[in-house]
């Protein structure tokens, strides 16, 4: 009896349970209830009335069911049995012994008791089989199937088709039930109900619900759990044949515990919370399983206005169904009364509380159509970047905030991410505005985005232009072109970052499609079209329909011969090409002038793939080729299958190698988190000082890990290990191009919290991977050995293209140079290593931001390796410092031995110094027999032989003692010789110092028409003391902006007055008459 009274109200917790009695009935153990909806008020829920019964097995609910029906209808009583939405009451019959393939016994008997059902008011019938070993099976009836087993409910608890809300589902949706691993979730697959043919089949959705019983839901890490399982399920899902890769996913959750204490309000604010971290966190699983709706169903304990407990429910919502990635909302329920399913849903935060909605599981709306086909193509939905930037921004921001101390005061501001399309007015300019999600009709789009970063909490705007690949593939007519022009300029006159997301398929190609069913040929021969033709020509009928100027044609006999197609559409052409010149041109400008970003998402073709070379730093997904041509047209041009895939031509594995992408990602959420992360080291705008933010790493600790004399990973030097710290502040290096030019280590990190640049130098051996090519049956793999310390054509081209671009991102750049010289074989000559040595020298003379070359432990600078780096190419910006373990000069030591100290020099040192032979020579200068000559010599040579490796190695220190910090100190080649444990500090300030300085000299100089000495020296006169202290000069200038930013302005009015007083003279001075 107590197990019955356990399952009634187990299966019945969500409802309000008014009576429950088990006793034998007829000698059947037997369950009566009666039970309300908990979700409406008890004076408005009409009582509904159950049974459980337990029979021996399915032959005797012949002889059983008379009985049953029996013992409910004396227990309903006088009781309604139905109301105007359907049959209240249920029937639960629990067999002791039954197989699930007597499913057709039970139908057929229920159809013939049907009426009997009807006069009851049962809504289903409900049976719980037996299985050995296993769970029982559930198997529901329904009245509105005419009590036929409904398939969708089978091995599911009797409650649970309301509790999941499948009928919701069931509207728009056929429904196909998928296995699940938890007990308390059920996974489906829905395909949209269409009358239509959909290219590709109907939309599909993969449905994760569930119901909790866990108290704990609405904290961070019951919220966590929850959605991790949701995903476990998904995942799971994902790889079942039936599921499409362009399908969504939507998580839903129903808590059936009921929370006390808290307002809807409170809740909606926790889940917004809540929701913000763990998209943070999960970001890759959603976007990798196509996460588009994420639904909690909570219920709480309030009281009704009859003063009876009611439950309400709020539902909280995540979604992107409206354009925006998982936005989260807020919906208080008002359920039927009757049937207890939500009726409307009303947002809880909107500006008209009587706003609500019906909302049944909507097919496919605009936005879904869109996400679905980028989702096809490997990529995502241009307008949900700005949701995965949000979730970026969210991460970041978390990992800065651990890596503070516990004391510290940042918090993460409120309102991150906000975001402001770029649209055109009626004048054809671009204007800041809001537009509905999916409604473009350009292949292009573009946002300005404000983002509050750790560098700039109070917000800092950026210019994403994306292609949208849902229009026309993406391509590139002249619209597209018109509006990318106009994008990137918005962004070079604002002196805005520029980032650019790409996914297209090159310039649009197009034919005059109207002219297709008009035109007639002309062959030479009608009877034999084989022999060729001589035109194609248009009817008088057909040519005169055409708008003028729409083709050029002239007079034959048969009508009109076509000399040149025209059309009427303006874009389908060469127009196209001529567009692609212009953006072409527009992104090499943007280049040089702001910082420019580009992220492959997808296929970038033709134009495209320009484009993200022109803007230079790239970030590739794994599967986002960049490409010139498609495979399958260089395979009919080849005239045999050589290439299988657009990556064998463009993918990461062609551009990472090659230098034309910086990083790798494999998806793009983890591709976006590498956009914010770059953007953390430029600056707001062009000609800020670099981006700074608070570090937990003192500047002033000294630097641990210690450079050695044999080869070692100079990544090391930089990043240090967990308990060695290194050069930059622990956690903030992020290398880039790492897989071309090998014996070169390039990337950005943070000393102080200030963004730098840094070049470092490999003292490994490392291999030059250079691949065959599949059209070539000859070629293959060849593997090059590049030694370390030495620059070769790729390092030296990666070496000018990394000060390059660290210029335009205003950053001061440490150069930790190491090289011995460079490369100058036959095959590296050949290679164009002098060219690509020289642009080292251009890039440099060209920097306009402070340069530390120095030379670190056991490091060595020397020949042409010096030459690209000397700061006399550029004086005013360049510095270079030594370890006192360093060396530098011309050649190596044991090098210029063999030319400058040779064995003679050695010998006669020898002669000089050794007791020995200086005992020898006297005595064979006073010798005068021949052979006591003879023998004298031979002692003396012996004697040499035996000292000359002890005086090549004194030559050798003797050589390289010219080579060491001191002499190029005094010969004033380096600034300073500076340790490397306290580099760190060191530079720190000195940057510091430079760049605040550079940032005041600049403004002045824009002021007025001084020279940089004279801007340079009022700085002085301000500062008032020792003006080579860094540290001092760097505090007072960051401590005293203001006084700066005053002198700044009375040094522009003095600027001013002067020029007036020379106008009037001037003025005054002309002669009128």
């Known amino acids: 009896m107590a197990a019955l009274e356990v399952y009634v109200r187990r299966v019945y917790r969500a409802h309000r349970i008014l009576d429950l009695n088990v006793l034998e009935k007829d ?30 097995s399915i032959d005797s609910l012949g002889l059983e069911i008379t009985g049953i029906f029996n013992n409910l209808s004396e227990y309903i009583g006088d009781s309604p049995t139905r109301v105007e939405g359907g049959p209240l009451n249920m029937v639960h019959i629990a067999v002791a012994d039954g197989k699930s393939g007597e499913i ?26 037996p299985n050995d070993k296993k769970d029982p099976g559930y198997f529901t009836f329904p009245a509105c199937d005419d009590y036929k087993e409904d398939s969708l409910r089978r091995n599911m608890r009797p409650t649970f088709h309301h509790l999941l809300e499948l009928s919701r589902l069931a509207i728009n949706f056929d429904l196909d039930r998928i296995p699940a691993i938890g007990r308390n979730s059920q996974v489906y697959i829905g395909t949209e109900k269409t009358d239509k043919p959909i290219r590709g089949g109907p939309p599909q959705v993969v449905f994760v619900r569930g119901i909790s019983h866990s108290q704990g839901l609405v904290t961070d890490a019951g919220a966590m759990r929850a959605l991790q399982q949701g995903l476990d399920e998904l995942e799971r899902a994902q790889s079942n044949s ?3 890769r362009q399908s969504s996913s939507r998580i839903f959750l129903h808590s059936l515990y009921e929370i006390e204490g808290s307002s809807p309000l409170e809740l909606a604010l926790r889940f917004k919370a809540v929701m913000g971290k763990l998209k943070s966190k999960l970001a890759s699983r959603l976007l990798k399983l196509r996460v588009d709706e994420i639904e909690v169903k909570l219920r709480l304990a309030t009281t009704g206005e009859d003063g009876s407990a009611v439950t309400r429910n709020l539902r909280l919502m995540a979604s992107s169904m409206d354009g925006q990635y998982l936005t989260p909302n807020a919906y208080l329920e008002n359920p039927d009364p009757v049937t207890g399913v939500t009726t409307e849903f009303c947002l809880l935060e909107a500006e008209n509380p009587a706003m609500c909605i019906l909302d049944p599981y909507d097919r496919s709306n605009i936005v879904q159509t869109k996400r679905s086909i980028a989702r096809r193509v490997g990529s995502t939905y241009a307008y949900d970047f700005l949701g995965l930037m949000e979730v970026a921004l969210f991460a970041e921001w978390d990992d800065h905030l651990s890596s503070l101390p516990g004391k510290s005061e940042v918090e993460t501001p409120g309102n991150l991410f906000a975001a402001r399309e770029l649209l055109e007015d009626d004048n054809g300019d671009l204007a800041l505005g809001t537009r509905t999600v999916g409604t473009n009709t350009a292949g292009m789009v573009a946002w300005v985005v404000t983002m509050k970063t750790p560098e700039y909490p109070n917000g800092r705007d950026v210019v994403v232009i994306s292609n949208d690949v849902t229009v026309q593939s993406g391509s590139f007519g002249v619209e597209e072109d018109e509006f990318y022009y106009k994008a990137s300029v918005y962004a070079r006159e604002n002196k805005l970052p520029r980032v650019y997301i790409a996914c297209n398929a090159g310039a649009r190609i197009g034919l005059v499609d109207e002219l297709k069913d008009k035109i007639n040929i002309k062959f030479v021969e009608p009877d034999s079209p084989s022999k060729g033709f001589e035109y194609l020509y248009l009817s008088d009928e057909d040519y005169n329909s055409l708008p003028e100027g729409a083709v050029i044609a002239y007079r034959v006999a048969e009508g009109w011969a076509l000399s040149d197609i025209i059309g009427t559409k303006h874009g389908i052409g060469v127009e196209n090409l001529q567009g692609s010149g212009k953006i ?14 580009s992220y492959v998402t997808g296929r970038s073709v033709g134009i495209g793939a320009y484009l993200v070379r022109l803007g230079q730093r790239v970030i590739q997904m794994d599967e986002g080729p960049i490409i010139l041509t498609g495979y399958s047209a260089l395979n009919k041009l080849l005239g045999r299958d050589v290439y299988t895939s657009q990556n064998q031509l463009g993918g990461p594995q062609v551009m990472i190698p090659n230098g034309v992408s910086h990083l790798k990602v494999e998806e793009d959420q983890e ?19 670099p981006a700074a933010r608070e570090s937990a790493d003192p500047v002033d600790r000294p630097v641990a890990w210690r450079p050695t004399p044999t080869p070692y990973d100079p990544r090391l030097m930089l990043t240090g290990t967990s308990d060695m710290p290194g050069f930059f ?37 490392v291999d030059k991977v250079i691949p065959a090519d599949p059209a070539d049956l000859n070629s293959r793999e060849a593997i090059l050995p590049q030694a370390g310390q030495v620059l070769f054509p790729d390092s030296s081209y990666k070496v000018a293209q990394a000060l390059r671009d660290f210029d335009k991102e205003g950053l001061p750049v440490m150069i930790f140079a190491n090289w011995r010289g460079f490369s100058g074989g036959s095959r590296d000559m050949a290679g164009e290593i002098l060219k690509f040595g020289a642009m080292i020298v251009d890039a440099l003379r060209e920097y306009t931001n402070p340069v530390y070359i120095y030379l670190p432990p056991h490091g060595e600078l020397r020949g042409g390796s010096w030459v690209v780096v000397d700061p006399t190419i550029n004086s005013e910006k360049m510095e270079m410092y030594a370890d006192p373990a360093s060396r530098g000069g011309i050649l190596e030591p044991a090098g210029i031995t063999e030319i400058k100290f040779r064995t003679p020099d050695q010998i006669k040192v020898m002669h000089r110094i050794d007791s020995q032979l200086k005992l020898l020579d006297s005595e064979l200068e006073m010798c005068e027999l021949e052979e006591d000559k003879a023998a004298i010599q031979t002692q003396i040579d012996a004697r040499e032989e035996l000292l000359k490796p002890v005086y090549l190695q004194a030559a050798t220190e003797f050589a390289d003692l010219h080579d060491k910090t001191g002499r190029m100190k005094a010969k004033g080649v380096i600034r300073d010789s500076v340790s490397w444990e306290s580099s760190r500090e060191y530079f720190f300030w000195r940057a510091k110092r430079r760049m605040l300085e550079d940032y005041f000299v600049s403004r002045i100089l824009e002021a007025a028409d001084v020279e940089e000495n004279e801007a340079v020296r009022m700085l002085q006169e301000l500062y008032g003391g020792d003006y080579e202290d860094d540290r001092a000069i760097a505090s007072f200038m960051e401590s005293n902006a203001n006084v700066l930013d005053a002198k700044v302005k009375a040094t522009k009015a003095a600027g001013v007055q002067s020029q007036i007083e020379a106008l009037q003279k001037e003025l005054e001075g002309l002669d009128f008459q």
């Open 27 to 56: 000698g059947r153990l037997t369950c009566l209830f009666s039970f309300q909806f908990a979700d409406v008020e008890q004076s408005s829920a009409p009582i509904r009335h159950g049974l459980l019964s337990v029979i021996p």
């Open 104 to 129: 057709e016994a039970i139908e057929t008997l229920l159809a013939t008791e049907k009426l009997k059902l009807d006069a009851l008011g049962v809504r289903a019938m409900s049976f719980v089989l």
């Open 242 to 244: 039936k599921v499409t």
């Open 584 to 597: 072409a041109g527009e992104t090499s400008r943007s280049y040089n002038e702001i910082f420019t970003l």
């Open 671 to 689: 591709g976006i988190a590498q956009i914010i992360k770059w953007l953390s080291f430029v600056p707001k705008t062009v000609g800020d000082l």
């Open 729 to 765: 502040d622990k956690g903030s290096w992020q290398e880039y191009l790492a897989g071309w030019g090998k014996s070169v280590i390039i990337g950005r990190g943070r000393l102080g919290g200030m963004a730098m640049g840094a070049i470092a130098v490999e003292t490994r051996l």
